[in-house]
Structure formats: C-alpha cells, structure tokens
C-alpha cells in the first residue's frame, strides 16, 4: 500500500468456479501463504487502522469519466473534488450496510476526520449533507 497500490480485494475468489464450490481443506505443510483468506470486513477493518480509506466507488466509471475526460480532471488537479468525497460516502454506505460494530466505530472515526481535508467547502457541506442522508437510508450518491 505504501508503494501506490490502489486497488486490493477482500474476501475475493479468482479461480474458475470459485464461488460455486468450496475450496478444499489443504495441508498446512507450506512454509508462507500465497492468500489473504480475510472477510471483507477484516480487510476494511485493518485499512482503517492503518490510516487508508477504504473506497468501493465506481462514479468515474459510470459517469464515464474515462480516458481523457479522467485524464483532463487530473491535469486540472479537480479529480480530489470526486475521488476523496466519494470515497468517504461509499465507505459510509458500507458501513451502514455491512460492517461490524468496531469496524462502524473506526470507520465513522475516520470520516469525521476526513470531512476536514475537503479543501472545497461546498463540496464538503454537500458530502455531510449527503452522509446524513446516507444514514437516512438513502444510497448511490456520488460526484
């Protein structure tokens, strides 16, 4: 994580199959793990604690913001206008929907802290609006 790796999965299967079929026990005979068999939860749970915001946004993606026009926010360094508040709007949706009690603890720590490196201030008035919201049952928000 320290190197820039922006995307890792949690709780995620990539052989053939591997979600219509439990894997086998195997013998504990090898010397290191070549998995991470955490939930979901776990994974989240250590980002936080580790000072990570753990984001499940795809609004680039369905905005269409690809390729160029991803590019051309970039450049104009307003990316961090998206990035950042969407990050902290689809973490809150997890933990409202998923998350276990210490994870929604440090997680709804890290978000108040977080909502102070908004450096755009309608940006973050809209975002708190919208957490509150999100806590309201409503979901898919994003910029």
């Not at 689809?90 to 709804?108: F, R």
């Amino acid at each position: 994580l320290r190197l820039g790796v922006s995307q890792i999965s949690g709780a995620s299967k990539t052989s053939v199959g591997g979600y219509a079929e439990d894997a086998p026990e195997e013998e504990e005979t090898s010397q290191f793990d070549v998995s991470d068999n955490r939930t979901l939860d776990e994974v989240v749970n250590w980002l936080i604690k580790l000072g990570y915001i753990p984001s499940f946004c795809t609004a680039c993606y369905r905005e269409g913001r690809t390729g160029d026009r991803f590019m051309d926010l970039c450049k104009k360094k307003q990316i961090g206008n998206c990035c950042h508040p969407n990050a902290l709007m689809t973490l809150k949706e997890y933990l409202m929907d998923y998350a276990s009690l210490d994870t929604k603890v440090v997680g709804t720590d890290l978000i108040l802290r977080e909502l102070q490196n908004i450096p755009n201030e309608k940006v973050r008035k809209i975002v708190i609006q919208r957490l509150k919201d999100i806590r309201n049952g409503e979901r898919d928000f994003r910029f």
